[in-house]
């Protein structure tokens, strides 16, 4: 091949090893090693000048590109990487059948506590206020702590009574 320059040489070259490559890899990844392939030639067997010595070294040098790129895929796991469009994220909003079924849980609790005396009321009003039992003790006018302990477990016995004897349905 008379007149034919190095960097013609490598050009051809280069479009013989990304075909070669593409067929095996994505098309970017066949650019990308192609483009290894010739800063190795570039910068080590520069006194290389014909296409017969090129292009065996560049295939061979291509091969051990490719099998260290394989490699890295596996090793990184990106052969089972699934893409984000594929798995978007779940809000953080609760689905419609949570939202109903909290909505009738509430409900059967309000009205099994409006069945309730008023002892039973006021403890769970102060229970969901944050009160503590000894904060309790001291509003509502027990002796002992023993005491808002027996009647906190007196009232939700009656409310799960009120509410069908479970808490969920």
């Known amino acids: 091949m008379a007149g034919v320059t190095r960097e013609q040489i490598l050009a051809r070259l280069r479009e013989r090893m990304v075909a070669f490559a593409a067929s095996r890899y994505a098309r970017e990844s066949a650019e990308d090693l192609a483009q290894e392939v010739l800063v190795v030639l570039h910068e080590k067997y520069e006194h290389l000048e014909q296409l017969e010595d090129l292009m065996p070294l560049a295939f061979q040098i291509l091969r051990f590109k490719a099998f260290a790129l394989r490699r890295k895929i596996v090793r990184h796991g990106e052969h089972i990487q699934v893409s984000v469009d594929e ?3 779940a809000g953080d909003a609760p689905d419609a059948e949570a939202v109903l079924a909290r909505k009738e849980l509430l409900a059967r609790l309000s009205k099994g506590i409006a069945q309730l005396g008023d002892r039973c009321r006021e403890l769970f009003r102060l229970k969901l206020q944050g ?34 004897g479970r808490w969920e349905r």
């Open 87 to 89: 798995c978007p994220l």
């Open 131 to 164: 009160r503590s039992f000894p904060e309790i003790r001291e509003c509502m006018g027990a002796e002992a702590l023993n005491t808002v302990y027996t009647w906190d477990h007196r009232c939700r016995k009656q409310l799960l009574e009120r509410m069908g």
